[in-house]
Nanobody
Framework: QVQLVESGGGLVQPGGSLRLSCAASGSIFMINTMSWYRQAPGKQRELVAFISSGDNTNYADSAKGRFTISRDNAKNTVYLQMNSLKPEDTAVYYC??????????????WGQGTQVTVSS
């Protein structure tokens, strides 16, 4: 059993910043890729950024230059630093982790989501 818990969402004005965190817990042997997705009302869930176990990163075009994904393997935690936020960044942000458990099974798992609202 593996759980992901996101935190750090909230209401912020345009141009502001937020830092999201996602902590994994449970029977974890190794966390492979960790990702952030978002889903705005009436839209499909989309990938925002991911980071590999080797710290290689990739970003959606909408996130490049404004968002930074990072991870702390000792804490099984991934972060998303979001700067220069825009109203169109408003969405529920979800964490996803590709996990290998202590039983050596491997699967992807999702957090419950955290709301980010960018509005004046």
């Amino acid at each position: 059993q593996v759980q992901l818990v996101e935190s750090g969402g909230g209401l912020v004005q345009p141009g502001g910043s937020l830092r999201l965190s996602c902590a994994a817990s449970g029977s974890i042997f190794m966390i492979n890729t960790m990702s952030w997705y978002r889903q705005a009302p009436g839209k499909q869930r989309e990938l925002v950024a991911f980071i590999s176990s080797g710290d290689n990163t990739n970003y959606a075009d909408s996130a490049k230059g404004r968002f930074t994904i990072s991870r702390d393997n000792a804490k099984n935690t991934v972060y998303l630093q979001m700067n220069s936020l825009k109203p169109e960044d408003t969405a529920v942000y979800y964490c996803n982790a590709d996990v290998t458990t202590t039983a050596r099974s491997r699967f992807g798992t999702w957090g419950q989501g955290t709301q980010v609202t960018v509005s004046s």
